[in-house]
Antibody, heavy 121, light 110 residues
Framework: QVQLQESGPGLVKPSQTLSLTCTVS??????????WSWIRQPAGKGLEWIGR???????NYNPSLKSRVTISVDTSKNQFSLKLSSVTAADTAVYYC?????????????WGQGTLVTVSS | SYELTQPPSVSVSPGQTARITCSGD??????AYWYQQKSGQAPVLVIY???KRPSGIPERFSGSSSGTMATLTISGAQVEDEADYYC?????????????FGGGTKLTVL
């Protein structure tokens, strides 16, 4: 069974770049009809889809975050990563990585446990 | 931007049927998906493609969709089903421009 684990700094200063990595185990990131995505959740609030990447490097981003987001993949390490630039306090959230099953629609079917990122000076 | 609308809260007694709705203009053409999120945990997929149940999800969880509304039904709700539930779908314009979650519904079972 596939497992995902987020890693990265838990504290980022305002105006800097948030960087997170998701390590996939239990299967190859390159196999199957799967995209790999990032989703976030501010404390006490709902889920917000950030974007996704296919192992070819093809990406899709949430239009509201597109100007600040970069998602990349490293198939040799079975990892994919998120960079969010020019962060503010509004970017403080639990960040989840997830596998998206794209047999027809794309939808997250496996999630990491999440990692809290706080934006503060 | 596309939106999915859920009631903020639903409350039932143990053993009763809980119904959580999700409305969206594209639901007649797009599938709905449902996630359960217990406190402090990551979301778990409980229904996909409107009404299909992943392996390991109890049979008391079911889904349906009609017109612009999808419904998650928990028949004989248990105390352990108390959680936040989110619907997920896309708008009709493409597979990424309108990827959204509903605002979430807090289910209380007591």
């Amino acid at each position: 069974q596939v497992q995902l684990q987020e890693s990265g700094p838990g504290l980022v200063k305002p105006s800097q770049t948030l960087s997170l990595t998701c390590t996939v185990s239990g299967g190859s990131i390159s196999s199957g009809s799967y995209y790999w995505s990032w989703i976030r959740q501010p404390a006490g609030k709902g889920l917000e889809w950030i974007g996704r990447i296919y192992t070819s490097g093809s990406t899709n981003y949430n239009p509201s975050l597109k100007s600040r987001v970069t998602i990349s993949v490293d198939t040799s390490k079975n990892q994919f990563s998120l960079k969010l630039s020019s962060v503010t306090a509004a970017d403080t959230a639990v960040y989840y990585c997830a596998r998206e099953n794209c047999g027809g629609d794309c939808y997250p079917d496996y999630w990491g446990q999440g990692t809290l990122v706080t934006v503060s000076s | 931007s596309y939106e999915l609308t859920q009631p903020p809260s639903v409350s039932v007694s143990p053993g009763q049927t809980a119904r959580i709705t999700c409305s969206g203009d594209a639901l007649p053409k797009k599938y709905a998906y449902w996630y359960q999120q217990k406190s402090g945990q990551a979301p778990v997929l409980v229904i996909y493609e409107d009404s299909k149940r992943p392996s390991g999800i109890p049979e008391r969880f079911s889904g349906s969709s009609s017109g612009t509304m999808a419904t998650l039904t928990i028949s004989g709700a248990q105390v352990e089903d108390e959680a936040d539930y989110y619907c997920y779908s896309t708008d009709s314009s493409g597979n990424h421009r309108g990827v959204v979650f509903g605002g979430g519904t807090k289910l209380t079972v007591l």
